[in-house]
C-alpha cells in the first residue's frame, strides 16, 4: 500500500470520526409563530413575530410595532424581519429597534380586495371582497392581541405591497389613524377600475408619514401609485412626512425590498 493511499485512507477515517463526534446541529430561532382563532373571520390565523436584540434583557423597554403584509415565512417575513434587523445595527442606527408582525396569507385575493364591478376582476379573482372583514381583525383582533403579549409602545408601522398596497391605500383612505406610518409598495389601484381613487381623501386624523414607491411596472401601475401620492398630499404636506420614489431599474418582482429600505432611511421615527 503506497504512502499516499494510507494517508487519504487516515484523513477519511479522521473525518468520519470528527463529523460523529464532534458535530451538533440545533434550530436557529429568528421568531416565532402565533396561531390563534379569529371571531371576525371565523378562521384560525397564524402571525409571525420577530423581537428585536435585548427585548427579552431590557424589560422596562417598549418597542414600535411594524405590521407586514404577506408576512408568512415564504412570502415577505424573513427577508423584511432581516431588514429590520439590519437597519437595527448601532453602527447604521436607521430604524429604532422594533418588533415585526407578518399576517401569513390563507386567500390574499379575498383579503385585500373590497368588491369589485369590473368583470376582469371578478373572473381574475372569484374570492375578492374581504376586506371590510380583514382590516376589523386587523384592528379588533390582531392589533389587541400583539399589544397584550409584547411591550409595544405607541407607534406603529404599515407595510403592503401590490394587492397588500391596495389594501394598505384602503387603510390609510378610510381608517387613517390605525397606523402611524404607512409604507405603501406598487400599490394595485386599478382594482375595481381604480374606484379608490376617485374617493376624496379626507383623513379623521393624519397619520405622522406616509412613503409610496412603484418600479418600472407599466403605465397604469406607475400612474396610479403617483396618483395616490398627488391625491394626498393637499391633506397631508406640511403636516406629515410624504415621501414618493420611482426605482426605474427595478420591476414588479423586486422594488418592495429595496423600497422598505429606502422608507426606513427617510422616515423620520417618533
Not at 429568528?30 to 373571520?41: E, P
Not at 417575513?77 to 399576517?103: C, D, K, R, T, Y
Not at 378610510?174 to 375595481?192: A, K
Request: glycine content about 6%; proline content about 5%.
Amino acid at each position: 500500500m503506497t504512502r499516499a493511499l494510507l494517508i487519504l485512507i487516515g484523513s477519511m477515517f479522521c473525518s468520519v470520526a470528527f463529523a460523529k463526534s464532534e458535530v451538533h446541529s440545533e434550530p436557529m430561532q429568528f421568531a416565532s409563530t402565533l396561531t390563534f382563532k379569529s371571531q371576525i373571520l371565523q378562521q384560525s390565523r397564524s402571525v409571525n413575530v420577530y423581537l428585536p436584540a435585548g427585548y427579552h434583557e431590557n424589560t422596562q423597554q417598549k418597542y414600535p410595532v411594524i405590521y407586514l403584509l404577506d408576512g408568512s415565512k415564504d412570502e415577505d417575513f424573513i427577508h423584511i424581519a432581516g431588514l429590520v434587523q439590519f437597519a437595527n445595527f448601532p453602527w447604521l442606527n436607521i430604524l429604532p429597534p422594533s418588533i415585526v408582525v407578518g399576517i401569513s396569507n390563507q386567500d390574499r385575493k379575498h383579503d385585500f380586495t373590497t368588491l369589485s364591478n369590473n368583470v376582469l376582476d371578478k373572473r381574475d379573482l372569484p374570492t375578492q371582497g374581504g376586506a371590510k372583514s380583514f382590516i376589523a381583525f386587523i384592528e379588533k383582533e390582531l392589533r389587541p392581541l400583539v399589544e397584550q403579549r409584547y411591550r409595544t409602545s405607541q407607534s406603529s408601522t404599515l407595510i403592503g405591497q401590490s394587492l397588500g398596497g391596495l389594501l394598505a391605500s384602503e387603510i390609510l383612505f378610510h381608517h387613517t389613524t390605525l397606523f402611524d406610518h404607512y409604507v405603501i409598495i406598487s400599490p394595485s389601484l386599478w382594482w375595481d377600475d381604480e374606484s379608490l381613487l376617485a374617493k376624496p381623501f379626507s383623513p379623521s386624523g393624519l397619520p405622522k408619514s406616509v412613503y409610496i414607491a412603484v418600479g418600472k411596472e407599466g403605465k397604469v401601475m406607475e400612474r396610479v401609485a403617483k396618483q395616490l401620492y398627488d391625491k394626498i398630499a393637499p391633506q397631508l404636506e406640511d403636516k406629515a412626512q410624504l415621501h414618493f420614489r420611482y426605482f426605474e431599474e427595478l420591476d414588479h418582482g423586486d422594488t418592495l425590498h429595496l423600497a422598505v429600505y429606502d422608507a426606513f432611511k427617510q422616515i423620520q421615527y417618533q
